[in-house]
């Protein structure tokens, strides 16, 4: 598969004195891009400048965090490559995104078990049992459509 191929990354920049990278080198996503963005979504909206420094200041944290992650379970593979498969199982796991294009046999989208209705049953008869013996066997709470709304 030619999407699941090893990608070398080359990370542009260099700290400098505070430990960041040149913003004009390492920064994905410049000011013009972020307006373009905005201008696709409304072509009347026009964003005041704190809040173009904001969005790219949380758009560079982001990226950062899943490149510093996916390069922790590239590690923990015992690799010293970085692969698309490790930006896209943090992604997967963490940020719940798939990222389209990209997809891989490998990588299985990790859902939550739905709770079933049992479960929920089951669920009130233990609050019920714990609001009993928090309130010496008075049962105290409301139920409302068989969930439990509130212990008093």
């Known amino acids: 598969m030619a999407n699941s191929a090893a990608t070398p990354v080359k990370v ?3 700290p400098g004195p505070a430990g960041r990278a040149s913003p004009e080198v390492s920064q994905v996503l410049t000011k013009k891009k972020l307006q373009d963005l905005v201008r696709e979504i409304d072509p009347n909206e026009q964003l005041d400048e704190d809040v173009e420094e904001m ?3 949380i758009a560079d944290d982001f990226i950062e965090s899943v490149v510093t ?3 922790q379970l590239a590690r923990h593979r015992k690799s010293n490559t970085l692969e698309v498969k490790d930006v896209q199982l943090h992604l997967e796991r963490q940020w719940n995104m798939w990222i389209p294009g990209y997809g891989s046999e490998e990588i299985r989208p990790f859902k939550k ?3 079933t209705e ?3 049953q089951v669920s009130v008869c233990v609050d019920v049992s714990l609001c009993e013996a928090h309130n010496n066997g008075r049962v ?5 459509s068989g969930v439990k709304l509130c212990c008093l």
């Open 12 to 14: 542009l920049g260099t």
């Open 55 to 57: 969005l790219l200041q």
């Open 69 to 71: 992650a996916a390069c």
């Open 113 to 115: 078990a739905c709770t």
């Open 118 to 120: 049992a479960h929920k």
């Open 140 to 144: 105290l709470y409301q139920i409302c």
